[in-house]
Structure formats: structure tokens, C-alpha cells
């Protein structure tokens, strides 16, 4: 846990929750930030960030555990979100999901050994018209076939 | 108040528009079933299981949080209704493992009721789905079975709401949906991390189905118990709770809702009842003989004690004699132990530990307000505006109460806190004055320094009730905030802050405990706090006061019935001529006018041979009090001393004579909790082995000195306790029963009192203020000594652990004695945490290991005093000249590595 939790990003995360202490709902925006600056959000950070906000730990263990955008483990350096929403579905997404899994050699939701790529269980992304979608990153893929995955993942490398 | 009408099941109802369906049904006497419905809660709706038919809804209503509207027409048992109740259960059940058989919940459990009521069949249509497979048994109290929980988010409301810790949550989303609580991750060494599992048992109390369990080894089952109501033995709170019984064994504890601690119960009350049966009870009488302890019959021992008392009385005189009686035992045994000092002795030599605690008060407040005791009561916290908390740490020393205080805060009430620590409560204070130990006296004064330059004070209040204000502000005058930030080291704006807060609002209220009252001029601050409470006129009104914290369970009450040197009971002067004949003729003997000693006198008279035989009972003065080497050279010099107890303490191993004594679970009577709230306590099980009750010990050594004691009953000495003390004139049992009465009571058809002086100070006439000039503690920090000691409680164990040390769990949540001190001090010594070190007084050596914490300031350290040869090895007995309350809060120490 060491690397994850630098003085350097400490110092970061305390001049986000004093600027986010201003705002009406400030838990959100600070394990927002969190997320950003460690990748991830671990136990001593909603523990810091508890104890800043005056927030308990249960109340914000409870957030970061019901959202996906939040995790208490580091994620990969590339996001891959294969679409599974209702047209991406309906178009075949749970095929491309087994080939990432397949190419990349993990299990969905899990990050490969060299901290490259994390696959992110993924619900409408808003753009059911080009489905099936893959998202890395920021980056969209519309219309998107099997044999398309390995070359798509390639360019991330 | 609006009205409303609601026709329920074809009955109508009138009742207030904010109530809700369910409160409504419950004036007709109709049964809803609830899991997560809890009426100290906000209600959710979260189990569904309330849910009725309401006509014109487009869907079913969920009863608990739906309020009534005029004209409702609800039906609560119509065929959708019960379809959907049964839907809901059928859901929790595919995912309930199917345990009832072994699970120690079945007979009182939620979910087991109402599938029967329902016809639930076990093997019902939806598929198994065992989703949640979470176990944590990392608590020493209880256990989470998330197996068996069913989401109804109760315990999660009670820790946030009720509790007001927060520490249980829900965690992850959809069918993986859990429970998780944040429990300490290491053995706890007595600190309390904020949110975090404080083992209060108050979700376990309240947990519906058999998710929350209590960690116990008796097997029993729901139905085969009894359970009597009692009152627990441990801080001054009082909490009502059951004792549940199965073959003369207390096997749980049960709150009991409404009342006094309305279902709340701190970790001590529910899980610290295992003392009762544990194998170092005190069996048999005992005699010193050749050095050992020898099993000797109840006639042996009495007889040697009745010898002893005549021949020291007859060789060196009654004031030769004194007996210590005790703040744990009931107000009859208290009643019983002065007059067998008074009336079998002959000497007014009986006093108690309330000396070491709050003898102070007593003095103080009697010579200011008219009366020693908490001004206002429990139940008013709900109505204060600002809360001033000065030298209490609450949450750990009365959790119940401090839990109240949080929940008003939560409300939106102010607190000011004043503590040398950052205690629990601190962290949700609008300011923390965190004084320098011993400086109160410049902080009230410098609080109403600001009060008065500010006009901020009640004039007209002043005006009719009170003397000597012109006199107060001359003294106050010179105590400006920049003078005493300096006294104190706290900032001038907290100051000023501060005294705003609590001025300014309608109803403030000052609640305090040792933190003022332990010190060499503890009387003085005391008189402080009325002079504060006087000036903004917040005493005599609801919600407001100036109120004491008694730390045992019934300390006032030793107090109230005369265990006291100065007092017969109802704080009667032995000095007043009239006084001393009413009781001479009652108990058929002369009595001495002539003031007793005081206990720490006492024991500078044992020390000398002044006094010769003492007879303690339930009390632990080897740890208790301060300077112990002290203390252990006066016990060792008496020619013979009698000690009663239920455990061999540190006091008894020095005994002549031991006594074998039965706890509160095994006897009836009265404690007088710290609102003036007398409470029955009533037998669960039978004495074990040959113990018997304090009070029929004390009979028949009364009895065997010749004096009149025809108790047949414990309620026989309560009737003549009322005879002869004005205050509690008007109880009997009867009256007491139900959820015990506050006194003063003068007569039977008194309702007792709320709260003191609603109709002014008729007492003394009018309050009277005491201005009171600042003066230090009498012992400072210097070259060999450079460190503040100060010293008090924590939430795992009682006083001197003569109980909490015999249940396990307690005893491994807190093992060790323990000095807390800040980074900076600790690095000075180059000392780390948890290492055991040496601390040193003047007086004495103890160990201690090390707790480096950011709650205390530099130079200042903290240790409990709960452990034999702990803090008071190390504590200063410099005595208050006026009510000899020793210094135990402050002292200079020095630490050096083992």
C-alpha cells in the first residue's frame, strides 16, 4: 500500500476536501477526487477522509462499496468497459466481454498482473446507437466485433 | 394540536394529524408487524412488512412512516395485504438458512413469529439463494451473522440515531448487500476511536432476527427463563434493564424502553452481569488466623466482630471506631451501616468513597443553591439549547447520558466542552477548551468575565433570586479573556466564543463530574459553576441546571441516608439539638454530637492508632484512594478491621475479618441514581454458597450489640428510612415501582421532583453567589517532577474493577494500566507506544504502558485510576480544607523506562 499512499497525494487530497468541505454534499466529490489522485480509494483513505469530513467510516465504506466508479484496490492503468447495458446486450456484448476476459487473461472485474488493464463492469455508456460499445479509457469504440478486441487492447499497450 | 379522524378496520380513531397509521392503530389495539420499526427512530419503512391498505392509495402504505390524514379509511389485515406481507417473508426466507432448530434466538425471534402467524411454508417457491455468507466474531461481546440478517437497517439507525456512534453501515450493492460494523482492530488499551464499535450492545438489544447476537456459552432457550426487572449496579445513570434468569443464573441482559435510559444500555450494563457467578466469589466468612484465612460459620465471625467492637470501645472509646460504608450497596444497607456506626458504635465516624468523588458538591452546593445534588433530571437533556460538559467525560463514564447529550447536539443543540483531553465528545463541540488541569476556576470566571462586559447576564433573574452579585463582579473584573487563555492555555476567541454560547441561549445547561470536583480547592469549583449557572438565571428551570454526574450506581444515595460524618440521613446535621433527639428516640440509644471524621482523616488516624477497628463495606480504599502506600500503612495499623465484600479486593486481603456479601442481582432494595431517581432493585437469584445481603449482615451485628433491629424485610428498613428523612418521606415500594420516583418527596401525595428550585431558593432564602479567586493545585510540575498527571475512568471498567475485572471480555477489552501522553512529550522521553514505562511521584511508583495520543496536550498525561498499584500510587492527598475531597486530578509526575 505504500506506493498508493505518497505524502505527495496526501497533501493533494487534503487541498481537494478543503475546497470540497464549501460544498453542500461533500463526501461524493472528495471520494471522486480520491479515486483520481490514488486510483483507487483504500481503507486508510476513507479513514482520512472520515476523519477530515467528521463522516463515519461506516457511512463511507458503504459508498465506496455501492458504486463502481470507486475501489479500495488499485485499478489498472487503462479502464476497459465492454457495454453491457440493454442494446449493447441485445448486440452481443457478453461475447466481447469473454474476449477481453479471453485476451487479457483475467476474470471480469479484475486488474492484469502488470497494472495495464482493469475490466470495469460497465452499464450504459449513451451511445445505444452505435452498439455494442467498448470503452477504454475515454475512448469509445461503436460497432465493435470479436476480432476486432485484440487489435482495439494492442494500441493500449 | 390538529385531529384528526381515521377509520381503521371499521373502527374510528381521533387522534393528532403528525401521528402516524401505525401509532394510530395502536391506540385500537391493532397489531402491525414491523422488523425495522423502533419508536426512538426515524421511521424508514425500510422492511415493508407494516404495509396496509389505504383506501384511495394506488398502492399498499407503509404504516410506520405514512401519517394520518382526516378522513383515512385503512384496512391492516385485507387479503392484499396479508399477500404482500407473506410475499415479503417468503423473500426473506430464500434467504435465511433454515437454523431455527440451533439458533439461540428462536423463541424470541421476529422473523420465526410472523412466518408462523403467516403459514410460511419453509419449503415455499422461491429457489435458496444464501447470497450473504459474511461472519464477524472479531467483537469480545457479540457476534454478526449476516447470514440471518434481513436488512431492515435497524441496528444501522440505533448506532447513528440512538447510540449516535455510527459505526455500523451498509455495505456493497443489490443481493450482495451486507451489514458490516467498524470494530477496533486491536486490543482497544482503552481508546476509543471515533465511529467505531464501542460494544454498547444497544443493535444486539435490538436486532429482530438472530443476525446480532450476544457471545455467551449458557445454552437456554427463550421460554425457559424468568426475568426481573432491576436496576444496574454500575455508573449513576441508573439504567433500568431485566436480568434473564434460567436455574438461578443470569444468562442475558434486556433493556427496558421508557424510564430512565428509554432501552439504552452502554457495554458495562449489557454485557458486564458475569461477575455474579464467577468462581472468585466470596463464599464463606473468613478469619485471619496465624496469617491465613480460615472458613470460619456466620456465628464465629459475627461474634468476634461484636467482641471486638465492645472491647475497642470500652478500651480506647466510640470515636476509636469508624465504618466506611458504601456507594455500590443500597440506600438500606447505607441507612443501616451510619446507624450501626451511630447507634452501635457511638461515633459520627462514617464516611464513604462520595468523599473522594463528589464531597465537594455536597458541600458546595448545599452552601450556595440549598441542596448537594443534580438540579434537573435526565429526560430534560432533550429540551437544552447549550450544553456546557466541563470535567465529565461522559461518554465513557456515563455512556447513556452522553449518548443523550449527542443526540441532542445532533439536533442542533450547542456544546461547549472544557477537558484537558480531546474526549469523545470534544470532537463534535462547537468549542473544546482544553484546560490545563486544575485551572476551572479562571475559566468560569473568565467565561463570565465576557458574560457580563457583554450584558449578556439575567438581571431580573438575578434581582429575585439571588445575593452577592456586587461582590462577584469585583472578583471577575480582572479575569479577562486575554488573562485567562494565558491560566488556562486555550485561545481568547474560544473564550469569548464560548461564553456566548452558553449565554445567550434560553436554556443552558452545565453538566460536570471529577474534572471540578477533585481538587485541593474543589469546593470553590464547584461554587463556581452555580455562580455561572445563577448569573445567565439557569437554574430553577426545565432543561437548564447545574448538574453533578454521580459516578456509581448509588452514590447520592449514600449521600441522601446519612454515610456521611456530618449528616443523618437527609442531610440532617448531628450537630442541630433537635435533629439528634428525633433519632435518639427512634433507635432507643444517646447519640454523639460531636462531627466525625472524614475518610482520608480517618486514615491519618489509623495511621497514628487514633482509630483502632474499622469495618468497610464494598469499598476498595487500597485503590481508590489516593497515595496507596499511605493508605496500606493505615489499614495494616489498625488493631482490627472487619470487611465486607462479594471478591477478595485489595482492602480485604488485609482484613481481620472478611464478610461474604451477595451482589445486586441477589438482594432487594433502592439505589438513588444521579437525578435524584430512587429505584427499586429486586432479587434475581438466590445468595450463592453462604453469602449473605449487606443489610442482614448489618442486622444482626446490630443485633448482637444489643440494638433494636426487627427487620424482617429489606422493605422494613425502608419504611424507617422515610419516617426519619424528610426528603424521602413520601416513598414506599409501591409508589417506587414502577419507574422509581425523584426526591425531594415530603409526602405520599408528592409527586416527587423534576427538577430543583422551580420555586426559587427557599432553602437559604435566595442563592448566593461566592466569588472565588483563582488558585492553582497545590502540587506543580518542577525539575524532578515536570509532568501534569491527571487521572480518571474509562468505559471498560468500573472504578476499581472489583467487578468489570471479572468479566473476561471486559478485562481483555482493557488489561493493562495505561498513560496516555502527547507525540511531542513521548519523543522528549524517547519513549514508544505501547511500551511499559515507569511514572513517579513524590509518593509512589507505577507501570504503565504507553499510549502516544493527539487528545492531550504537551506535559500534561493521563491515567486511569481503576488499577491496584496504578494511578494512585501516584495521586496527591493535599485535602479541600472544606469538605477534604483530595487532589486527585492533578499531580507532578516524571516517567522513565522500565
Redesign the interface.
Known amino acids: 500500500m505504500n506506493e498508493i499512499i505518497t505524502t505527495k497525494k496526501m497533501k493533494e487530497l487534503d487541498e481537494c476536501i478543503e475546497r470540497n468541505k464549501m460544498k453542500k454534499g461533500p463526501l461524493m466529490p472528495t471520494l471522486q477526487d480520491a479515486q483520481r489522485i490514488f486510483g483507487c480509494v483504500p481503507k486508510e483513505v476513507q479513514e482520512h477522509i ?2 477530515k469530513l ?6 463511507i ?2 459508498v465506496v ?2 458504486y463502481t466508479m470507486f475501489s479500495t484496490k488499485p485499478k489498472g492503468k487503462h479502464i476497459v468497459g465492454v457495454c453491457t447495458g440493454t442494446a449493447c446486450y441485445v448486440k452481443g456484448a457478453q461475447k466481447l466481454v469473454d474476449k477481453v476476459c479471453e485476451v487479457l487473461k483475467i476474470p471480469y472485474g479484475e486488474t492484469t498482473k502488470d497494472g495495464l488493464f482493469t475490466i470495469a463492469p460497465t452499464r450504459c455508456v449513451g451511445n445505444c446507437g452505435e452498439a455494442p460499445v467498448v470503452m477504454i479509457d475515454e475512448d469509445q469504440y461503436g460497432r465493435v466485433t470479436i476480432d476486432q478486441i485484440e487489435e482495439i487492447l494492442n494500441k493500449y499497450k | 394540536m390538529n385531529k384528526v379522524k381515521v377509520k381503521i378496520n371499521e373502527q374510528f380513531v381521533e387522534i393528532d394529524h403528525h401521528l402516524t397509521i401505525l401509532e394510530a392503530a395502536k391506540e385500537l389495539n391493532i397489531d402491525i408487524p414491523t422488523f425495522c420499526h423502533d419508536e426512538r427512530l426515524n421511521p424508514t419503512g425500510s422492511c415493508r412488512m407494516c404495509v396496509v391498505e389505504v383506501e384511495g392509495a394506488r398502492n399498499l402504505m407503509t404504516a410506520c412512516s405514512t401519517q394520518v390524514r382526516d378522513g383515512m379509511v385503512v384496512k391492516t389485515h385485507s387479503t392484499p395485504v396479508i399477500e404482500a406481507r407473506k410475499g415479503i417473508l417468503e423473500l426473506m426466507w430464500a434467504n435465511h438458512p433454515n437454523e431455527c432448530l440451533t439458533c439461540e434466538k428462536a423463541g424470541n425471534c421476529k422473523l420465526q413469529d410472523y412466518s408462523y402467524q403467516y403459514d410460511i411454508d419453509p419449503d415455499s417457491l422461491y429457489p435458496r439463494l444464501d447470497s450473504r455468507k459474511y461472519f464477524d466474531d472479531t467483537n469480545r461481546f457479540y457476534t454478526l451473522d449476516s447470514r440471518k440478517c434481513i436488512l431492515c437497517g435497524k441496528c ?1 439507525q440505533i ?2 440515531e440512538l447510540q449516535v ?9 443489490g443481493i450482495d448487500t451486507r451489514i ?3 470494530q477496533n482492530e486491536e486490543p482497544t488499551d482503552g481508546v476509543i476511536d ?3 464499535c464501542v460494544s454498547c450492545g444497544n443493535c444486539v438489544n435490538n436486532c429482530p432476527v438472530g443476525a446480532l447476537m450476544p457471545k455467551s456459552k449458557e445454552k437456554f432457550r427463550n421460554w425457559e427463563v424468568k426475568k426481573v426487572k432491576t436496576t444496574c449496579p454500575y455508573c449513576g445513570v441508573g439504567c433500568q434493564f431485566e436480568l434473564v434468569v434460567k436455574d438461578n443464573k443470569v444468562v442475558r441482559v434486556d433493556p427496558v424502553k421508557g424510564g430512565t435510559n428509554d432501552g439504552l444500555l452502554c457495554v458495562k450494563g449489557t454485557f458486564g452481569y458475569k461477575f455474579i457467578n464467577h468462581p472468585d466469589r466470596l463464599t464463606h466468612p473468613l478469619i485471619r488466623k496465624n496469617g491465613e484465612f480460615v472458613k470460619v460459620s456466620w456465628d464465629e465471625a459475627l461474634d468476634l466482630i461484636v467482641e471486638k467492637i465492645k472491647e475497642t470501645k470500652d478500651k480506647y472509646g466510640a470515636n476509636a471506631l469508624a465504618g466506611l460504608s458504601s456507594a455500590k450497596c443500597s440506600n438500606e444497607e447505607n441507612y443501616l451501616m451510619q446507624k450501626l456506626v451511630r447507634a452501635g458504635f457511638g461515633t459520627n465516624n462514617v464516611d464513604h468513597c462520595a468523599r473522594l468523588c463528589h464531597a465537594s458538591t455536597v458541600a458546595g452546593l448545599a452552601t450556595t443553591l440549598g441542596s448537594g445534588a443534580m438540579t434537573n433530571s435526565i429526560s430534560e437533556i432533550d429540551g437544552t439549547d447549550t450544553f456546557l460538559v466541563i470535567g465529565s467525560n461522559t461518554t465513557e463514564t456515563h455512556p447513556v447520558i452522553g449518548s443523550m447529550i449527542k443526540q441532542r447536539v445532533k439536533k442542533g443543540a450547542h456544546l461547549i466542552v472544557c477537558d484537558p483531553r480531546q474526549i469523545e465528545l470534544a ?2 463541540a462547537d468549542v473544546h477548551l482544553q484546560i490545563k488541569p486544575g485551572t476551572n476556576v479562571a475559566i468560569a470566571n473568565g467565561l463570565m468575565h465576557v458574560i457580563y462586559q457583554e450584558g449578556l447576564y439575567d438581571i431580573d433573574y438575578i434581582d429575585k433570586n439571588t445575593t452577592c452579585f456586587k461582590d462577584l463582579i469585583e472578583v471577575i473584573k480582572d479575569y479577562t479573556p486575554a488573562r485567562v487563555a494565558k491560566i488556562c492555555g486555550v485561545s481568547e476567541n474560544d473564550i469569548i466564543k464560548a461564553a456566548r454560547l452558553y449565554a445567550k441561549v434560553n436554556k443552558a445547561a452545565i453538566y460536570y463530574a471529577m474534572g471540578i470536583t477533585q481538587h485541593s480547592h474543589g469546593t470553590n469549583h464547584v461554587k463556581s459553576m452555580a455562580n455561572l449557572a445563577l448569573m445567565t438565571g439557569n437554574v430553577g428551570k426545565e432543561s437548564t441546571g447545574i448538574n453533578p454526574l454521580r459516578g456509581q450506581n448509588n452514590v447520592q444515595g449514600a449521600c441522601d441516608l446519612g454515610a456521611l460524618p456530618n449528616v443523618y440521613p437527609g442531610y440532617q446535621a448531628v450537630t442541630d439539638v433537635n435533629i439528634q433527639k428525633k433519632f435518639e428516640e427512634a433507635w432507643g440509644v444517646k447519640l454523639s454530637n460531636e462531627v466525625g471524621h472524614t475518610l482520608p482523616i480517618m486514615m491519618n488516624d489509623a495511621s497514628n492508632q487514633d482509630i483502632r477497628l474499622m469495618y468497610i463495606m464494598g469499598e476498595n480504599p487500597m485503590v481508590s484512594d489516593p497515595d496507596t502506600n499511605h493508605i496500606k500503612k493505615a489499614l495494616t495499623n489498625l488493631d482490627f478491621l472487619v470487611v465486607q465484600d462479594i471478591f477478595l479486593t485489595k482492602t480485604a486481603e488485609l482484613a481481620d475479618v472478611i464478610l461474604p456479601a451477595v451482589t445486586y442481582a441477589e438482594k432487594d432494595g433502592t439505589f438513588t441514581n444521579t437525578e435524584r431517581r430512587v429505584q427499586r432493585i429486586r432479587k434475581a437469584v438466590e445468595p450463592q454458597s453462604d453469602t449473605r445481603p449487606d443489610w442482614e449482615i448489618l442486622t444482626d451485628v446490630m443485633k448482637r450489640l444489643g440494638l433494636k433491629a426487627d427487620y424482617k424485610t429489606v422493605e422494613d428498613v425502608f419504611n424507617e428510612i422515610t419516617s426519619l428523612t424528610p426528603i424521602y418521606a413520601g416513598f414506599d415500594y409501591q409508589r417506587l415501582n414502577e419507574n422509581g420516583m425523584q426526591w425531594p418527596c415530603p409526602s405520599n401525595d408528592h409527586p416527587g421532583t423534576k427538577f430543583l428550585y422551580s420555586d426559587g431558593f427557599t432553602k437559604l432564602g435566595k442563592a448566593i453567589f461566592t466569588p472565588i479567586h483563582f488558585m492553582g493545585p497545590k502540587e506543580n510540575p518542577d525539575h524532578d517532577y515536570p509532568l501534569i498527571l491527571t487521572t480518571g475512568r474509562t468505559l471498560y471498567h468500573f472504578h476499581t474493577k472489583t467487578m468489570t475485572d471479572r468479566v473476561e471480555a471486559l478485562k481483555q477489552t482493557l488489561p493493562n494500566n495505561f498513560i496516555q501522553i502527547s507525540l511531542n512529550t513521548a519523543k522528549q522521553y524517547q519513549i514508544n507506544h505501547n511500551e511499559f514505562v515507569l511514572v513517579s511521584s513524590r509518593r509512589g511508583t507505577s507501570k504503565a504502558k504507553v499510549q502516544i495520543t493527539d487528545t492531550i496536550n504537551d506535559g500534561v498525561v493521563f491515567m486511569p485510576f481503576h488499577f491496584a498499584d496504578g494511578a494512585n500510587m501516584l495521586t496527591n492527598p493535599a485535602l479541600d480544607e472544606i469538605c477534604n475531597i483530595p487532589e486527585l486530578k492533578v499531580c507532578a509526575v516524571k516517567i522513565e523506562k522500565c
Open positions: 472520515g476523519k467528521n463522516e463515519s467510516y461506516a457511512k465504506k458503504g462499496s455501492f | 444501522v448506532c447513528a456512534n455510527g459505526a455500523i453501515g451498509f455495505e456493497d450493492r458490516s460494523i467498524k471515533p465511529y467505531t470532537k463534535m
